[in-house]
DNA sequence: ACTTGTAATGTTATCGATAACATGCTTCAT
DNA sequence: ATGAAGCATGTTATCGATAACATTACAAGT
């Protein structure tokens, strides 16, 4: 460990520059306040004893943190990334500071979480889905401090929302399979397992057999397998288990973007013609979704924004939290995007 | 805003369970030391009020936030976010809570960061990289905790380091397509802009050179084009200026898997034939490199493992840190290896 | 019986800042 | 001249916990 040199206090830089701690903390906090003489004797302290103000200190005496919860499923899928940095980007200039955790699509770690997270007294929470557990319900009602819910449109929001309808987006999946004339249609998703589920993977599952029904088809081949989060391999799996399943098997849509890469690489592998033999689509719009070769069709949604609009979001709320609870409960829904490429074309039966 | 109920401290908890402070603040830190019957007094107190022990004055009061913080150039990169997943799991179990901050590959970024991070009193900085501003060196050194430099082994490390060398990282790659008997040898990585440069990457393609050079090659080939952090596109990019500049090119080394994928799909646009026509390797064993058609070339670096070791190296020196300045500063190498997949061949020339 | 040890609990003094109110000194309109 | 207004600064009281030391009660050893 590098030597430990005694760490300065405003205390000390107050005794250096002859003022009062009071002042030193103006300086600090809103330089405006202070005459430019003293702010300078007091800069000139600071630099001089590499003065760090001490934020631990300053939050419990102000009874703000500047801490915002981050509660997703992984890191380690670059939509949730995305939204990550989206909202630090968003929060930066105002000086809050992301504490982020993650679930690993696990309910109960979600509600072991947020009770960690509560002591750390965070200004605000942001969390991923709507589904969450009693406790963790009750506690986020508790809080006392605003509440997003972001990637998915709540019907019962605890307070604010930031997201957009899964559920839709398998419905237009779906209906974008319909309309190129396919019949024998599948799809790719995780099981609902009770060590892990992902409850907006499988919104779009229930979006997509929704309309597969309504078009008077079974749901037979609604694979669900593996744990989320899903993965490359993932696809290639399920893809296989469905090929089993079904080989004459027409359309298929996966629940994300990494599935239909796996699953299209499986088709290379196979020697299956994309989309000659077997139409297939994704969700996310993954950076990869696109540079493949064919590109894959997905749905695009735009997971940076969803991050940056919370953040403005609360920004807004946090800085009028002082005129009371009169923050309306806002509910955005971003949407998404249906970007037609190079996997998915007509049914060739039609022609 | 969820209605906020007044919270409950510790002095509440005490009343209601009728006993003092500081028997609640044992119930909590250490059980043992209280009878049980006491003990499940405080405890049913604690349930009654919903407590939620406030850390920022447990932190104050103890001198320990229980933060790691946790320095790294994005979370959009999956290697990156393993890590991180790797620290904070390794971490948990000691109630550890990481503090994530992304520098997006600049320096000065990096030197607002740990300023901005010190405030926060965090226990240990891990921080990915060992080239700093002067600035920050200095910081890290009077801050008198342990700092982790990881993700490279530094020449003069200012405590701990846990990674591996990427500069034999780029020599291992150059031996490898030299020993297929290439000579047109080329490489892809991004510029060293003073906005934002990958230094780990820069050291990949040192190494890389120094190889060429030694085997009486020159770098001509050595491309160094867009800005870190590298995409599928700059792959894609790259290498067509690389063609462009000697279509004759026999084999390439792609500072990062993102790259050499980017690149072997644009071969596949470009009717390029990958091993026959070019080899092409890349860096990180990233799923995706695994799971192309054809399977990507790379070196494997286990991002996760670093992320881990390092958690148990902080566990450990932190646990010590009692003893005073005894942790002798450690350098873990975790090594690397070259895994070689389908898209490196021999040369056509020795056939 | 008397020290001594130890287990269980309480008391007091911080930790390093900020909020809220108080004070002193100018400035300026009347 | 004078008092209200405003600027620049200081004082005092917290914020909610933990560390360190103090106390009490009872058991065990001699």
Redesign the pocket.
């Known amino acids: 460990m590098p030597p430990s040199s005694q ?8 005794r250096l520059a ?9 300086v ?2 809103d330089p ?8 300078n004797k007091v800069m000139k302290a600071i630099e001089q004893l590499s ?14 943190t500047n801490f915002i919860t981050a509660i997703l499923p992984t890191l380690t899928n670059s939509n949730f990334a995305d939204t990550a940095q989206g909202l630090a980007e968003a929060m930066r200039p105002a000086d809050y500071q992301l504490l982020i955790g993650y679930t690993m699509y696990r309910l109960e770690e979600e509600e072991r979480i947020i009770r960690a997270m509560l ?1 750390r007294r965070p200004d605000a929470i942001v969390v991923a889905g709507t589904t969450h557990t009693k406790a963790a319900n009750e506690m986020m009602l508790r809080a006392g401090i605003p509440i997003v819910e972001i990637w998915d449109t709540p019907e019962h929001p605890i307070d604010h929302a930031v997201g957009f309808s899964n559920y839709e987006v398998g419905r237009a999946a779906a209906l974008h399979l319909l309309a190129l004339g396919h019949r024998r249609i599948g799809a790719l998703g995780s099981r609902m397992d009770s060590d892990a589920k992902d409850l907006r993977g499988e919104s779009r599952l229930a979006g997509f057999t929704s309309v597969l029904r309504e078009a008077g088809l079974g749901d037979e081949l609604v694979i669900r397998e593996g744990l989320a989060p899903v993965s490359y391999d993932h696809g290639a799996l399920t893809l296989g288990v469905l090929l089993e399943r079904a080989p004459d098997v027409e359309a298929v849509f996966a629940v994300s973007d990494i599935s239909a890469v796996g699953a299209l690489m499986e088709c290379h592998r196979r020697g299956i013609q994309v989309p000659d033999d077997l139409s297939l689509m994704g969700f996310g719009d993954f950076d990869i979704a696109r540079q493949c070769v064919p590109a894959i069709t997905t749905i695009r949604i735009d997971a940076e924004l969803i991050g940056r609009k919370t953040g403005e979001l609360l920004l807004q709320v946090l800085d009028h939290s002082a005129d009371a609870d009169n923050s309306p409960a806002s509910a955005i829904n971003v949407g998404f995007e249906l970007v037609t490429r190079q996997t998915t074309a007509l049914s060739k039966k039609q022609l």
């Open positions: 760490k300065a206090t405003m205390h000390d830089v107050s002859g003022v009062s701690k009071m002042t030193v903390s103006r600090l906090a405006d306040l202070v005459s430019e003489s003293t702010r003065y760090v103000p001490d934020r631990v200190a300053g939050s419990l005496s102000s009874r703000r002591a």
